[in-house]
């Protein structure tokens, strides 16, 4: 066992959050790499339910650490609501949590920048979370950005903020998006936020050096999916971070040479909020009972997701670019009242056969899903635990697969509680979470 990332190889929520839950448990560490608060992790202990949004969802283990990365963007009024929460909930948060001085600040006039590609004539809306994930990672490469360092320095934070909402609300005010806001309310609340999060603050990539040095095992745990990775996803309908393995390494500044596997987490269909191309989307009443038995519908923002079959030329790009060891299969119990299960092999554009997705948006949207049709089980499946234990036909389902994705599947989720799970002995997924 080493250090191993798990991360979406869709368009997001693939049940990320309740992998990450059942296998930290054999970790020591869970760092979360990339991303804001835009992600929803819902995961159920029991009758109890928690979503979370910033925090690593291995807070939920007792005595394990959670790390926020480098890679995130954190609203800190976001994360302490989170704090709060899951304290009340009792689960143990201060003394746990470790949070990168190098990860940026998310300010409200963020949001307000996000109007500028989601409410302005001209521009096609990308259907954000409208948490102003996006404009707070362009303050970051535009290298205008202030990291949580920097809001610990109260006299040198202050001229740096006033700097750049200066900025903001004079290109705001020439776009027509300027709303009003308290700018200098908004400065001294951040200044409250700095003293309550202080504690928790640190240089994280030297903490999780040390603490692997000292034979302590790490799991990073990737937010949204590889395909709303800024590099590798459907290009512009895409979040603005590395969600992909790669992101897990400049995210939380742990080298490449310290990970020793990728677990990819996939549905055994596929869902996507929001904007953007979806060659497989069921718009028939297949969609509409994927969502109902599925309960697809966002954890950030309720919207109902699109539904839609799996998508087999998509899942073998992701296991390229992140390089899976293995697959978890999770939600195989949505489908078990289908009477007939279609998955995505190839596309075709008029006359041409395509075995890979197009790199443009509009070339997206010309190609159709060639689809083998397989017999569905018809059987419960919902909380099967072996995987002897599963009908015949979901097996044939998964050795299919299997066999088209040239990727293990060493896990199988049948269910959203933590004892709903199926490992296969002998798996790659065994050996590297132990
Ligand atoms: P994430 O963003 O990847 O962590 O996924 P979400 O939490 O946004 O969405 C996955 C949803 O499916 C959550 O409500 C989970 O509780 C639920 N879930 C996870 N695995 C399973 C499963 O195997 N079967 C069923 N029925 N629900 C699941
Ligand atoms: P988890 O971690 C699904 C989508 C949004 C939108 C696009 C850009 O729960 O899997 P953003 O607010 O990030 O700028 O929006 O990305 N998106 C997600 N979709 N799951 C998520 O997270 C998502 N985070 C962002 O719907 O299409
Ligand atoms: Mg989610």
New binding site residues.
């Given amino acids: 066992m080493g250090n191993v990332i798990i991360l ?1 190889s869709q ?4 049940g ?1 959050g309740k992998i990450v839950d059942v296998f930290s448990e054999r970790f020591d560490i869970v760092a979360r790499y990339q ?1 804001g608060n ?4 819902t995961v159920f202990i029991g009758d109890r339910k928690f979503i979370l949004k910033l925090i690593p969802s291995g807070i939920l283990r007792p005595g394990k650490k959670a790390v926020i990365g480098n890679g995130l963007v954190i609203d800190p009024g976001a994360l302490l609501a989170e704090i709060d929460a899951l304290e009340q909930a009792g689960v143990a948060v201060k003394g746990n949590l470790f949070i990168s001085n190098r990860a940026h600040v998310l300010f409200p006039a963020h949001r307000m920048m996000e109007k500028m590609s989601e409410a302005r004539p001209g521009r096609v809306s ?6 102003g ?2 404009p707070c990672y362009e303050d970051k490469i535009g290298r205008r950005g202030i990291r949580i360092a920097d809001l610990l320095v109260r006299d040198s934070f202050r001229a740096q903020y006033d700097a750049v909402m200066e900025e903001k609300v004079t290109i705001a005010k020439a776009l027509g998006i300027y709303e009003p806001l308290d700018l200098a309310g908004i400065r001294d609340e951040y200044e409250k936020f700095a003293e309550r999060i202080r504690p928790m603050v640190c240089d994280t990539a030297l903490l999780l050096d040390r603490s692997m040095r000292e034979g302590k095992t790490v799991m990073f745990e990737g ?3 590889t395909m ?1 990775d800024i590099d590798h996803g459907t290009y512009p ?4 971070s590395s969600a992909s393995a790669g992101g897990a390494c400049t995210g939380t500044g742990v080298p490449p040479t310290r990970i020793s596997g990728v677990l990819g987490v996939s549905k055994a269909y596929i869902t ?5 191309p979806f060659p497989t989307e069921a718009l028939d009443g297949a969609g509409e009972q994927i969502r109902k038995r599925g309960s697809e519908f ?3 923002t309720g919207r109902p997701r699109r539904c839609g079959w799996f998508d087999v030329p998509l899942v073998r790009y992701t296991a390229v670019i992140n390089g899976f060891d293995s697959l978890v299969v999770t939600k195989l119990d949505v489908l078990d009242e289908f009477d007939r299960i279609q998955v995505c092999v190839g596309y075709r554009r008029g006359p041409q056969e395509l075995t890979e997705m197009p790199p443009t948006v509009a070339e997206i949207a010309q190609v159709e899903p060639v689809y083998e049709c397989l017999p569905g089980w018809q059987t419960s499946t919902f909380g099967v635990a072996s995987y002897d234990a599963l009908p015949a036909k979901a097996k044939d389902y998964l050795a299919f697969l299997e066999t088209r994705l040239g990727v293990e599947i060493g896990c199988i989720s049948t269910g959203p509680e933590r004892n709903q799970t199926i490992v296969r002995k002998g798996s790659r997924f065994e050996k590297l979470v132990g």
């Fill in positions: 979406g368009w997001g929520d693939e990320k991303g835009n992600a929803g992790h990308i259907g954000t979370t409208s948490r994930i996006g937010a949204q999916g709303l309908f895409v979040t603005s996507r909020v929001g904007g953007g966002g954890a950030v």
